[in-house]
Protein backbone atom coordinates (compact mmCIF):
# COMPACT_ATOMS: atom_id res chain seq x y z
CA UNK A 1 0.00 0.00 0.00
CA UNK A 2 3.01 2.49 0.96
CA UNK A 3 4.61 1.57 -2.86
CA UNK A 4 0.90 2.77 -4.24
CA UNK A 5 0.76 5.97 -2.28
CA UNK A 6 4.54 6.53 -3.15
CA UNK A 7 3.39 6.20 -6.71
CA UNK A 8 0.64 8.14 -7.02
CA UNK A 9 2.40 10.57 -5.34
CA UNK A 10 5.42 10.51 -8.01
CA UNK A 11 2.49 10.48 -11.21
CA UNK A 12 1.00 13.30 -9.70
CA UNK A 13 4.17 15.43 -10.04
CA UNK A 14 5.65 14.04 -13.33
CA UNK A 15 3.50 16.50 -15.67
CA UNK A 16 6.03 19.10 -14.38
CA UNK A 17 8.37 17.43 -16.01
CA UNK A 18 7.16 18.72 -18.90
CA UNK A 19 7.47 22.41 -17.45
CA UNK A 20 11.13 22.52 -16.31
CA UNK A 21 13.38 20.09 -18.66
CA UNK A 22 16.37 20.15 -18.56
CA UNK A 23 17.67 18.70 -22.26
CA UNK A 24 21.34 17.18 -22.39
CA UNK A 25 21.42 18.61 -25.94
CA UNK A 26 21.91 21.95 -26.16
CA UNK A 27 20.42 23.80 -29.16
CA UNK A 28 18.73 20.77 -29.94
CA UNK A 29 22.05 19.94 -31.65
CA UNK A 30 22.00 16.15 -33.05
CA UNK A 31 23.56 13.76 -30.38
CA UNK A 32 26.17 11.53 -31.48
CA UNK A 33 25.41 8.02 -31.76
CA UNK A 34 28.02 7.42 -28.59
CA UNK A 35 25.66 9.94 -26.69
CA UNK A 36 22.58 7.40 -27.82
CA UNK A 37 23.99 4.79 -26.80
CA UNK A 38 24.89 5.80 -23.38
CA UNK A 39 21.65 6.89 -22.52
CA UNK A 40 19.93 4.10 -23.64
CA UNK A 41 22.12 2.23 -21.47
CA UNK A 42 21.22 4.28 -18.40
CA UNK A 43 17.66 4.01 -19.11
CA UNK A 44 17.85 0.24 -19.69
CA UNK A 45 19.73 0.18 -16.01
CA UNK A 46 17.45 2.29 -14.63
CA UNK A 47 14.60 -0.41 -15.64
CA UNK A 48 16.15 -2.85 -14.50
CA UNK A 49 16.42 -1.40 -11.22
CA UNK A 50 12.92 -0.58 -11.04
CA UNK A 51 11.65 -3.96 -11.62
CA UNK A 52 7.95 -3.32 -12.73
CA UNK A 53 7.51 -0.36 -15.14
CA UNK A 54 4.41 1.34 -16.24
CA UNK A 55 3.29 1.53 -20.02
CA UNK A 56 0.76 3.87 -21.32
CA UNK A 57 -0.74 3.46 -24.95
CA UNK A 58 -3.90 4.78 -26.50
CA UNK A 59 -7.31 3.03 -26.85
CA UNK A 60 -8.65 5.65 -28.93
CA UNK A 61 -9.14 8.98 -26.54
CA UNK A 62 -8.30 6.50 -23.43
CA UNK A 63 -5.58 6.18 -21.92
CA UNK A 64 -4.75 2.87 -20.96
CA UNK A 65 -1.94 1.67 -18.42
CA UNK A 66 -0.45 -1.89 -16.99
CA UNK A 67 2.46 -2.72 -15.62
CA UNK A 68 5.87 -4.32 -17.82
CA UNK A 69 9.04 -6.35 -16.26
CA UNK A 70 11.52 -6.79 -18.98
CA UNK A 71 13.62 -4.95 -21.28
CA UNK A 72 16.80 -5.71 -23.63
CA UNK A 73 19.27 -4.01 -25.72
CA UNK A 74 19.96 -6.09 -28.42
CA UNK A 75 22.31 -4.31 -31.20
CA UNK A 76 22.18 -1.47 -30.28
CA UNK A 77 18.42 -0.84 -29.85
CA UNK A 78 16.37 -0.92 -26.57
CA UNK A 79 13.26 -3.73 -27.06
CA UNK A 80 10.29 -4.73 -24.93
CA UNK A 81 8.03 -7.38 -25.60
CA UNK A 82 4.62 -8.38 -25.53
CA UNK A 83 2.20 -10.90 -26.86
CA UNK A 84 0.15 -9.59 -29.95
CA UNK A 85 -3.21 -11.60 -28.79
CA UNK A 86 -3.38 -8.84 -25.59
CA UNK A 87 -5.09 -5.17 -26.08
CA UNK A 88 -1.45 -3.06 -25.43
CA UNK A 89 -0.19 -4.82 -28.74
CA UNK A 90 -3.18 -4.03 -30.77
CA UNK A 91 -3.41 -0.43 -29.02
CA UNK A 92 0.76 -0.17 -30.17
CA UNK A 93 -0.47 -1.20 -33.75
CA UNK A 94 -2.83 1.47 -33.75
CA UNK A 95 -0.35 3.95 -31.86
CA UNK A 96 2.64 3.47 -31.42
CA UNK A 97 3.21 6.15 -29.55
CA UNK A 98 3.71 5.39 -25.57
CA UNK A 99 4.95 6.67 -22.31
CA UNK A 100 6.80 4.36 -19.80
CA UNK A 101 7.03 5.48 -16.24
CA UNK A 102 9.63 3.84 -13.76
CA UNK A 103 9.75 4.06 -10.13
CA UNK A 104 12.76 3.26 -8.34
CA UNK A 105 12.52 0.80 -5.01
CA UNK A 106 13.07 4.66 -2.84
CA UNK A 107 10.11 5.72 -4.02
CA UNK A 108 11.44 9.23 -4.28
CA UNK A 109 12.57 8.98 -8.06
CA UNK A 110 11.21 8.13 -11.61
CA UNK A 111 11.38 8.02 -15.03
CA UNK A 112 9.50 9.02 -17.77
CA UNK A 113 10.16 7.68 -21.16
CA UNK A 114 8.18 8.01 -24.05
CA UNK A 115 8.95 7.60 -27.88
CA UNK A 116 7.21 4.99 -30.28
CA UNK A 117 7.28 1.62 -30.43
CA UNK A 118 8.13 -0.68 -33.81
CA UNK A 119 7.08 -4.13 -34.26
CA UNK A 120 10.22 -6.28 -34.71
CA UNK A 121 9.54 -9.22 -36.80
CA UNK A 122 13.14 -10.73 -36.65
CA UNK A 123 13.08 -14.28 -35.24
CA UNK A 124 16.92 -14.33 -34.12
CA UNK A 125 16.52 -11.06 -32.21
CA UNK A 126 13.30 -12.72 -30.83
CA UNK A 127 15.18 -15.74 -29.37
CA UNK A 128 17.98 -13.35 -28.22
CA UNK A 129 15.06 -11.83 -25.79
CA UNK A 130 13.70 -14.85 -24.59
CA UNK A 131 17.21 -16.52 -23.95
CA UNK A 132 18.30 -13.16 -21.62
CA UNK A 133 14.25 -13.50 -19.94
CA UNK A 134 13.68 -17.61 -19.42
CA UNK A 135 10.88 -16.84 -17.41
CA UNK A 136 8.94 -16.36 -20.70
CA UNK A 137 10.08 -19.26 -22.65
CA UNK A 138 7.08 -20.71 -21.36
CA UNK A 139 4.54 -18.42 -22.44
CA UNK A 140 6.21 -17.39 -25.96
CA UNK A 141 8.06 -18.72 -28.31
CA UNK A 142 10.29 -16.79 -31.30
CA UNK A 143 8.56 -17.94 -33.88
CA UNK A 144 5.09 -18.67 -32.30
CA UNK A 145 3.38 -15.55 -34.44
CA UNK A 146 2.39 -14.27 -31.18
CA UNK A 147 5.59 -12.43 -29.62
CA UNK A 148 5.84 -8.85 -30.37
CA UNK A 149 9.06 -7.73 -29.78
CA UNK A 150 8.55 -4.21 -30.22
CA UNK A 151 11.60 -1.26 -30.47
CA UNK A 152 12.27 1.97 -28.85
CA UNK A 153 12.57 4.45 -31.32
CA UNK A 154 12.61 8.55 -30.98
CA UNK A 155 13.29 8.23 -27.59
CA UNK A 156 12.73 10.90 -24.76
CA UNK A 157 13.70 10.08 -20.97
CA UNK A 158 13.11 13.15 -18.21
CA UNK A 159 14.83 11.44 -14.79
CA UNK A 160 12.83 13.57 -11.74
CA UNK A 161 13.11 13.22 -8.44
CA UNK A 162 12.06 15.45 -5.44
CA UNK A 163 15.06 16.49 -4.49
CA UNK A 164 16.90 16.87 -7.65
CA UNK A 165 16.14 19.59 -10.98
CA UNK A 166 14.51 17.02 -13.92
CA UNK A 167 17.21 15.52 -16.78
CA UNK A 168 16.35 14.63 -20.10
CA UNK A 169 18.15 12.15 -22.72
CA UNK A 170 17.21 11.39 -25.87
CA UNK A 171 18.08 7.96 -27.94
Not at 84 to 102: L, M, P, R, S, W
Request: hydrophobic share 40%.
Amino acid sequence: MKKALFLAAALLLLTACHNKQQSTEPNNNPISEEMKQANMQEVQAYLKDCGAFFIATADGDQPRVRPFGVSEIIDGHLYIMTGKVKNVYKQIAQNGKFEICALRPSGTEWMRLSGTLVNVEDIGMKQEFLDRNPGLKSMYKADDDNMALLCITDATACFSSFSAPDRQVKF
